[in-house]
């Protein structure tokens, strides 16, 4: 048995009102003094919450631990606190180490880690000398070895890349890449004028945020495509107007080379132009955005790329040939990137499963939508009749969108355009837009599509025997990322 998405509504609200009323929470304190009565004073009847976390606290049930952590802003290069973590070990040990023992291991173990990152800071000068001879104009271009990190903290760029494995969560390279561009795009903050706040996130940062900069989606990708097992790397140049811009590269075992963009999930297949043709010589036609490249790097290689020209259209990505790319020893590398090394950063954690119910969410996003749409035409002087069918009919529409977004393959829509020819009567008229955002926020999203003058035209519908549709799917993804689709349509009786 199904309820009308109204009904459904209703019902949650009345059992909401019942559990209010049932006190649940008096229940529970109720049942647990019943076990701690006997160490109250015997004139003592009400059980305080003090009391309860005493008494649970002497249990070993609840500690200390549960404190409020306030945190600083991301332009804030102030440590956020520190938090103290007691561990004991089972069985405890027969011979406990001495502090002096355990002062000395840390000093030794601060000056390995200190005497690695001089010498690959010595390596990197004299590497960018080296650079510099080639062509005294590399200096211009977008050769990037280290970057600061979220903490302030400067760390080669290829330790921000490791291979990462999704499991069952992502099936494929595409879907990969899907995930990474529906997670949000926020730019360094930036305070006063001047150029782009120089900041990556970790791997981990990033998703605990669930938004970040064009490096962070690309170094995420990138490690994705490394864990399918493809030779991936990030790029780092500029798009048009040379803004810099961070993308992923694929190399084909045949040669073929792939562009990725992380914040769209489109993919470029990239054939170099010859700059010795004749003019009149017909060359390919990049659709790519990408300007010009200055590295490109993964979790065990850096490249410079040190070719007459940085124009992503006449680069040659052979990356072997190193008149055209200027390599950095993969040993040097290792020594502060690869796992295990004191310097590089700590096992990134398994991605986590959606906690989003995408059938919920579709249809909590979908009747607040109806209820703005309504109160919209209502500040109109419009009324506002919604034919739940129709609204149905645009689900496979919305179906066939994110399967194209995924695979990058399309998909026919002939069952879903016949349907609507039945939907709609002779003499009628149907229009209807689709549009897609990675945020759960009804309100928001409507403004966006007002925005918009054909969605206005459709919401704001004038004629006669005027009928509604909306409908909202949620795709969910890894660490609660989702895309969500919404279509408005209406249908009208054209009246000359």
């Not at 529970?28 to 976390?53: F, V, Y």
């Amino acid at each position: 048995m199904s309820l009308p998405p109204e009904k459904a509504a209703e019902l949650k609200q009345l059992i909401h009102q019942q559990l209010s009323k049932m006190d649940v929470h008096g229940r529970i304190r109720e049942i647990l003094a019943e076990t701690i009565r006997e160490e109250l004073a015997p004139d003592q009847q009400h059980l305080s919450t003090e009391d309860l976390i005493k008494a649970l606290r002497r249990r070993g049930i609840i500690d200390d631990v549960m404190k409020e952590l306030n945190f600083v802003t991301t332009e804030s290069k102030v440590s956020v606190g520190i938090l103290n973590i007691k561990l004991e070990m089972y069985p405890p040990l027969n011979q406990m180490l001495s502090q002096e023992v355990v002062n000395t291991q840390l000093a030794l173990e601060r000056q390995k880690t200190a005497e690695k990152e001089r010498l690959f800071l010595v390596y990197a000068k004299q590497w960018w000398r080296e650079y510099l001879q080639i062509r005294p104009s590399h200096n211009s271009r977008l050769v990037k070895i280290f970057a600061q990190d979220e903490n302030g903290v400067n760390r080669p760029v290829c330790s921000y890349v490791k291979p990462l494995r999704a499991g069952r969560l992502l099936d494929t390279p595409r879907q990969a890449a899907r995930f990474v561009n529906v997670l949000g795009y926020e730019r360094a903050p930036v305070i006063g004028g001047g150029g782009k706040q120089e900041q990556w996130c970790t791997l981990l940062a990033f998703l605990c945020r669930n938004k970040g900069d064009c490096e962070d989606h690309a170094n995420l990708l990138c490690s994705l495509l490394l864990g399918y097992g493809l030779e991936a790397f990030v790029c780092v140049g500029t798009k048009a107007k040379g803004v810099p811009h961070a993308w992923v590269m694929t190399c084909g075992t045949d040669g073929t080379i792939t562009f990725w963009e992380s914040l769209t999930g489109h993919r470029y297949i990239h054939k170099p132009t010859n700059p010795d043709e004749p003019p009149l010589a017909e060359q390919p036609k990049p659709l790519y955005p990408y300007r010009t490249i200055g590295c490109v790097f993964n979790h065990q290689m850096f490249l410079g790329n040190c070719q007459p020209s940085d124009a992503v259209e006449t680069c040659v990505f052979d990356l072997n040939d190193e008149s055209k790319w200027k390599p950095m020893s993969e040993e040097a590398i290792k020594s502060v990137c690869a796992p295990g090394a004191t310097t590089s950063l700590p096992p990134f954690p398994p991605l986590c499963a959606s906690t989003i119910d995408a059938s919920v969410t579709s249809n909590e996003i979908e009747m607040q939508l109806r209820l703005l749409v309504s109160e919209h035409r209502k500040d109109l002087g419009l009324t506002t009749v919604w034919e739940d069918q129709l609204s149905y009919l645009l689900s496979p529409a919305l179906a066939s969108y994110e399967f194209e977004r995924t695979t990058s393959i399309s998909a026919g829509n002939e069952e879903f355009q016949d349907a609507i020819r039945r939907a709609v009567p002779d003499g009628h008229t149907f229009k209807g837009f689709p549009i897609h955002f990675v945020y759960r926020n009804a309100r928001r999203a409507f403004a966006t599509c007002l925005r918009s003058p054909f969605c206005e035209e459709i919401i704001c519908c004038r004629g006669d025997q005027v009928r509604l549709a909306v409908r909202v799917r949620v795709f969910t993804y890894p660490e609660s990322a989702c895309a969500v689709w919404i279509m408005f349509a209406c249908k009208y009786r054209s009246v000359l």
